[in-house]
């Protein structure tokens, strides 16, 4: 009796603290990671630093200097040199750690090993990246972060900036419309195609940016955000009655930039552009972003007269997206699939979108249309993607780098409120007037009287 007595006062807590660090760790893996494998991976990673570098390959031959001064001082044996290790930083999802490389190492090197350092120190992956020449970071995931996505509080956001998704190394995804003017997003029916849209949407909507919707499902994607939005075509007649205007539009502001730089020749070169940024704050037009939802639509024809139609409207998206940076004017265009097959312009539409995002597609040819011209490699990442992980896509661009994303949850109505609250910024277009969505005004809520009336009797 007593021995199960002294059992069971041992044995159960050890049981409770097990159970309760297995449920945090599945549960809330943020806190398990703060409290419980951080400090045992910052332990596994200071007491086995240089043997691992070792085992991995990254360590270099000591100097003819450094041999003699340690055969001089004393006699223990001369190993091979490491990377110096900075500073362990740790954060909610892991660490951070800098590396000088030892002569003759290259980033390369440290990349090429991040699976073995994974293992060897115990964390969910490790990325790298160049800081400056001679030293990287090692970035150390504790933990699956796109499992259940958490935005960062540093985010990145700014004007034109709009941290959209979570990147699989714990990093905001940052839509910046500066640096990547035109976009193509690719995904199946229920892949999250719709959320990754809807944060884009509520991003620009506080901004000083006019909003421009083409939505060929009679605006069921895009008209719950019309509050917003400058202009909206739901079919393919308006789409070809709103794009003749937004080409017109750019061509009048390269007519704005064109007499910006025929000004006096005394003029300071700061003050000659290129574009719309390099204008007096007075005198830039807002920017316009062009959101095309399911552009396959615009491609689909029945008659000749469809197929003229589709001809004028795919030069203009062609010219829009050729053009269309210097004169503020951005594309999202999104779709189940898009390849040569929709019809005369798709692949040369496609070659001018820089930035590409892949949801989960039904068929390796849709990921190849997104990814297999910029980075092949990232194809078969996209075709692992579950559908059980809705909003899990592969974001790449034409640089040939790439990474995984998941967009977090949004509600269709919590996106249309943001959109109601910033009606007011919705830019003064006068070539878009017309196209503006009529929005019905929500009815004031009567305040039921304190005191309920009774009728008077004789």
């Not at 989960?360 to 849709?366: G, Y």
Request: proline residues 8%.
């Amino acid at each position: 009796m007593t021995d199960l007595m002294t059992l069971l006062e041992v044995g159960g807590p050890l049981a409770a603290l097990g159970g309760g660090t297995a449920y945090t760790r599945a549960k809330y893996p943020a806190l398990y990671w703060s409290a419980v494998g951080g400090p045992i991976s910052t332990a596994r990673l200071l007491s086995s630093y240089t043997s691992v570098m070792e085992a991995c390959g990254l360590t270099v031959a000591p100097s003819r200097l450094r041999v003699l001064a340690v055969k001089a001082t004393t006699r223990r044996e001369v190993r091979p040199v490491p990377p110096r290790r900075g500073i362990i930083r740790p954060t909610s999802t892991g660490l951070r750690i800098r590396l000088r490389l030892a002569p003759g190492q290259e980033p390369a090197d440290v990349a090429a090993s991040a699976e073995r350092l994974r293992h060897a120190w115990g964390v969910h992956a490790v990325y790298v990246t160049t800081v400056k020449p001679g030293v990287v970071e090692l970035r150390l995931v504790g933990y699956d972060v796109l499992r259940r996505v958490r935005m960062p509080r540093k985010t990145g956001s700014g004007f034109l900036k709009v941290p959209v998704a979570l990147r699989e190394d714990a990093m905001p995804f940052v839509r910046d419309y500066r640096t990547v003017p035109h976009q193509l997003t690719l995904g199946a029916t229920l892949s999250g195609k719709s959320m990754y849209l809807r944060h884009l949407i509520t991003g620009l909507a506080p901004q000083p940016v006019a909003l421009v919707g083409i939505d060929c499902k009679r605006g069921v994607e895009l008209a719950p955000f019309a509050s917003r939005l400058s202009a909206l075509a739901t079919d393919p007649d308006e789409a070809a009655e709103l794009l003749p205007v937004l080409v017109k539009e750019m061509e009048d502001r390269y007519d704005l930039i064109k007499a910006r730089q025929g000004i006096a020749p005394d003029t300071p070169d700061g003050e000659i552009t290129s574009d719309i940024w390099g204008l007096p704050e007075s005198e830039r037009p807002v920017p316009v972003a062009l959101f095309v939802d399911e552009v396959a639509e615009l491609f689909l024809t029945a008659t000749r007269t469809d197929e003229e139609r589709r001809d004028e409207m795919v030069t203009q998206l062609i010219r829009l997206a050729q053009l269309g940076r210097a004169a503020g004017i951005y594309l999202e265009v999104c779709g189940q699939r898009f390849g040569a097959e929709l019809g005369k312009g798709a692949t040369m539409l496609r070659a001018q979108l820089t930035g590409r995002v892949c949801h989960r597609v039904n068929d390796e040819a849709s990921a190849k249309m997104a990814l297999g011209d910029i980075a092949p490699e990232a194809v078969s990442a996209a075709c692992a993607i579950a559908p059980e992980l809705p909003g899990l896509a592969v974001a790449g661009d034409t640089s040939g780098g790439w990474s995984r994303i998941r967009t977090p949850y949004l509600s269709l109505g919590d996106a249309a409120e943001i959109c109601r609250e910033s009606a007011h910024l919705v830019p003064d277009l006068a070539a878009l007037k017309r196209f503006r969505p009529d929005v019905s005004v929500r009815p004031a809520e009567t305040p039921a009287p304190a005191v309920l009336p009774h009728p008077v009797t004789d």
